[in-house]
């Protein structure tokens, strides 16, 4: 056992033989898996339903290890247990994987710009996910990311956000909650921010990238807004800046993906972009709430709340004649729990004044 933790120290260190398959980002891309919120103490048989879906690429949407550390190297020891799990050694070997990193794998729960060890924090993240050594990730401050896959008329563009690196302190209430009740309110400081200016200048230009889907991957949910824990709505003016430049740059075919909240459920709602925004939260792979009856508000919830550990599918049927979307929560078997059927056509900006009026 020791022996094979020295190896895989060893291979972390030198970014080999633990990496994905590439990337090919002329390939059509028709099904994506993605998670978040896998310990890596715990049994995460998960894997092999992941892996039976036959993803094209998973997408890892943080909380990837739950490192809560100072020290860096407690942090790549965490990695490197991650790295022994034979299920998801067996995803790296067949999927290409990217990923972003929420609190826990950033270095503290629920941590902003204030946690201390976030560069090299950042480092560490990137060796394990295999980053080139001259990748824009190594100089840049924080791991935001982009890429669009697939040809003219199937191009896929996924957006990987980064909401803890730049982000400013939480407001708390200034009583104690009760149990199971967050702790958080919304802060109204315009001022106040999740990606950072930088950040928000180069989202602006990724938005006007052509292509026909944009996935956009945020560790914290961006819809739902009735809960007190972590997400967009903590910060209104963010939320509503994202919105707004969706909205200014007209940037068709956006659909969200979240984790954090070890639940899984689709929010959807009209955010003023023309065409209705849908929120697909999986979490987690292994740390989901498994307390049956369990219930959270949600104004925007489409269907029901699952509990129990779960990974999320997109899946596109690229040959209809208006290529179809299935956005899709799986149990730790695979099984189905939550399908919505969404037409491609239904994401450009302006459907919702033609579909309303019809």
């Known amino acids: 056992m020791k022996r094979a933790l020295v190896g895989l120290s060893l291979c972390l260190m030198l970014g080999v033989s633990l990496a994905a398959p590439p990337l090919d980002k002329g390939k059509t891309i ?8 896998a ?3 715990k049994p995460q048989p998960i894997w092999d339903a992941v892996l039976a879906q036959k993803p094209d690429l998973f997408i890892f949407l943080g909380d990837n290890i739950y490192a809560d550390t100072e020290d860096m190297e ?3 020891a965490k990695y490197e247990k991650l790295a022994a ?10 999927c290409p994987i990217l990923a972003t990193w929420d609190d826990h794998d950033y270095g503290k729960d629920d941590a902003g710009t204030e946690y201390p060890k976030k560069r090299e924090s950042q480092q560490i993240f990137l060796d394990f996910f295999g980053e080139p050594a001259d990748s824009p990730r190594r100089k840049q401050e924080g791991v935001y990311d982009a890429v669009i896959l697939g040809p003219e008329g199937r191009r896929v563009q996924i957006i990987l956000l980064d909401t803890r690196y730049f982000r400013s302190p939480l407001k708390r209430k200034p009583e104690k909650p009760k149990s199971r009740e967050g702790p958080y309110l919304p802060n109204p400081d315009p001022q106040a921010t999740i990606l950072g200016e930088t950040q ?16 956009i991957a945020s560790s914290i949910q961006v819809i739902p807004e009735d809960h007190h824990w972590e997400k967009w709505a903590n910060f ?6 994202l919105f707004q430049l969706i909205r200014d740059t007209r940037a068709a075919g956006v659909i969200f993906i ?20 849908y929120d697909l939260t999986s979490s987690g792979l292994t740390q989901a709430d498994k307390t049956f009856g369990r219930w959270e508000l949600n104004r925007h919830r489409i269907g029901t709340m699952f509990w129990g550990n779960n990974f999320g599918m997109i899946v596109i049927e690229w040959d209809k004649k208006d290529p179809q979307l299935r956005l899709q929560i799986r149990d730790e078997e695979g ?10 056509s239904w994401l450009e900006p302006g459907v919702l004044k033609s579909l309303l009026t019809k």
């Open 30 to 37: 028709s099904r994506i898996a993605f998670g978040s919120c």
């Open 39 to 41: 310990h890596q103490d």
């Open 74 to 76: 407690v942090m790549k």
């Open 85 to 94: 799990v034979p299920g998801f050694q067996r995803l790296r070997q067949i």
């Open 200 to 215: 928000w200048r180069w989202l602006e230009t990724q938005l006007r990238q052509p292509a026909e889907l944009r996935i």
């Open 236 to 241: 209104p003016h963010e939320r509503q800046r």
């Open 258 to 277: 979240s984790g954090d909240r070890h639940l899984a459920e689709l929010s959807m709602m009209d955010g003023g972009v023309g065409y209705p925004l």
């Open 335 to 344: 099984d189905l729990f939550l399908q919505q059927k969404i037409p491609l």
